[in-house]
């Protein structure tokens, strides 16, 4: 994390803050879109730095933002806290934590062999096996690859319960040992059908790897707008522009191992036309 003061202002019809030393260099990004986080006078924010030419790079602060900062248009002083969010930043050390735990399943059987699971055993997931799929669903494609999403792993039976008790189609969550809520984050993509896609991308890559782990997990839809949304982005205190898009239950099976619903393949593939 870099901590430096900069000044909020007018850059043409955006508005920008200043990043005063050179983030190819302090990132070691020399090319590609630098997508940082962290916090502005204390207000958190994410977004992905411009190019101004001869190494200077702003960050575009959005109306939202502003209105939080409380800036009125004209220049203004700001603390700022940054981190670069590019995983091509990651260092050596850190690509050799990446646990080395390994699935028996061959993929395609893994895909096919997934069912939804909404039973589970009073086990606790070991917090080896919940990296590995937190590490598939950050392997998900996404549009330009912004990787628009972020994971919260909840193990708190109080919060299980309450999102248990506010959702009728969310009930097995009051006896599942840990859920992993899949958000959307605004600030980094703008288009919501590129947002939700790649959200839909990672959370699909989870549930995979939890059925390939010997797990089983059961997909939450989150209605956009709806209390329950509400619910859940109060409780993690998820910051502006940041929504809850998916809640994935997970623990140790006990239901019977469910063969997946049969396909018509007929009725559903087409090939060259309709
Ligand atoms: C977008 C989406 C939202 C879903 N929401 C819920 C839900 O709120 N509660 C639930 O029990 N299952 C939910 N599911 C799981 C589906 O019910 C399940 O995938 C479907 O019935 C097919 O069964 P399978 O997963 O066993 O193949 C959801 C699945 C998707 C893709």
Redesign the pocket.
Known sequence: MVEFQSRIGKDGRLTVMEIPFDARETFQMPKGTIFVCGTINGIPYRGKLLSRGNGKQVLTIDKTLQKGLGYAGQDFPVNVAMACENQAEMVDEEKEAIPRLHSDMEAITAIAG?????KYMDKTVEPQKLEVILRAGLSAPSAKNKRPFHFVVVEDKAVLGAWAAG?S????LSHAPCCIVVCGDGNVEGTRDFLVGGC?AA??NM?IAIHALGLGG????VLRGKEWSRQVAADLYLPVKVEPL??I?LGYPTEQE?A??PWDMKSHIHYERW
């Open positions: 997934r069912a939804s699971v909404r959702n189609n969310a009930k097995m839909a959370t699909q549930l059961v997909w939450c839809g998916a809640v239950a469910k997946p619903v």
